[in-house]
């Protein structure tokens, strides 16, 4: 990483980081949606930062507007939900950002608007917005990838459980839905930044891994199958159901909770993977708390 973005980087979460965090977190106090609060934003900024850095590698100049502006909208994108689950809340999140620098007239930046063209837009997985959008660097390019990478992965086989069960879709319906929205998402990632091969190559295992686990269920669920693959990936989500969405727990809580009394070794190792990935970015958190 260049001293320049690395400073660029510095400047920017020193200014808004542990802020937006705090106020995202509050904000989703009055609504209990883990898969898309404070923590979704935090790794959805990893995520982002990853794609600044390997741009960097290739000498891809990085405005600092373009790095204000990326964090900023990712803190924002999701707070819509607070009021609407559909995938119509982008114009939501936008006004609820467009308020909260009205409220904080003094730390409007000046590059608001792209800021909530951004949020509005980011939920369009026809990705349309994005053929004519020629520079990779901009609020407009990071910020949709960097939330769909936060779709990958083990913490993505959570986050769309949730979102599709509280939209009160059908559990036999979720996986199929899940897959071709991931399709979608892992697609636009693929050609928008195929010139990251570190990149692609990372996400592409993380987007394997929600892939088989979602394609799994539906095979079993075509020949009623009753495997320790199914029972296990049942399980799973039956965990995430009783702990999580009934009991209140924290996503990352479930290991410790289940931990002394499950024996199943897929199970396990599936949640050590999950609350590695959910906590991603916690480091970062308390480095600019301290």
Request: net charge neutral; hydrophobic share 35%.
């Amino acid at each position: 990483m260049s001293l320049i973005l690395e400073q660029y980087i510095y400047k920017a979460e020193t200014k808004w980081l542990s802020r937006l965090y705090e106020f995202i977190k509050l904000s989703f106090a009055q609504c209990r949606l883990p898969s898309h609060n404070e923590t979704h934003c935090l790794r959805s900024w990893v995520f982002a930062k990853k794609l600044f850095y390997a741009m960097d590698l290739l000498n891809i100049p990085i405005p600092y507007s373009d790095i204000e502006n990326t964090l900023i909208a990712i803190f924002f994108h999701d707070l819509g939900m607070i009021k609407n689950i559909r995938p119509e809340h982008g114009l939501v999140s936008k006004n609820r950002c467009e308020e909260y620098f009205h409220k904080n007239s003094k730390l409007k930046p000046k590059g608001l608007n792209d800021i909530l063209n951004a949020i509005e837009i980011h939920d369009d997985k026809s990705y349309n917005s994005l053929q004519n959008e020629i520079s990779p660097t901009s609020v407009k390019s990071i910020l949709p990838v960097a939330d769909d990478l936060d779709a990958f992965g083990y913490t993505g086989i959570f986050r769309y459980w949730e979102i599709y069960t509280l939209r009160k879709i059908h559990e036999n319906e979720i996986p199929e839905k899940v897959l071709a929205n991931l399709e979608a998402r892992y697609s636009c990632f693929a050609s928008r930044f195929s010139f990251l091969d570190s990149i692609l190559s990372e996400q592409q295992k993380r987007y394997i891994i929600i892939k088989d686990f979602y394609t799994g269920i539906i095979v079993n669920l075509k020949k009623s199958n009753n495997s320790d693959s199914s029972q296990s990936t049942q399980i799973i989500l039956e965990y995430f159901h009783k702990l999580v969405m009934k009991n209140g727990n924290s996503p990352d809580e479930v290991l410790s909770i289940i931990e002394p009394g499950c024996n199943d070794k897929k199970i396990n190792n599936f949640f050590i993977n999950f609350t590695e990935e959910w906590r991603l970015g916690a480091d970062l958190l308390q480095s600019h708390r301290d």
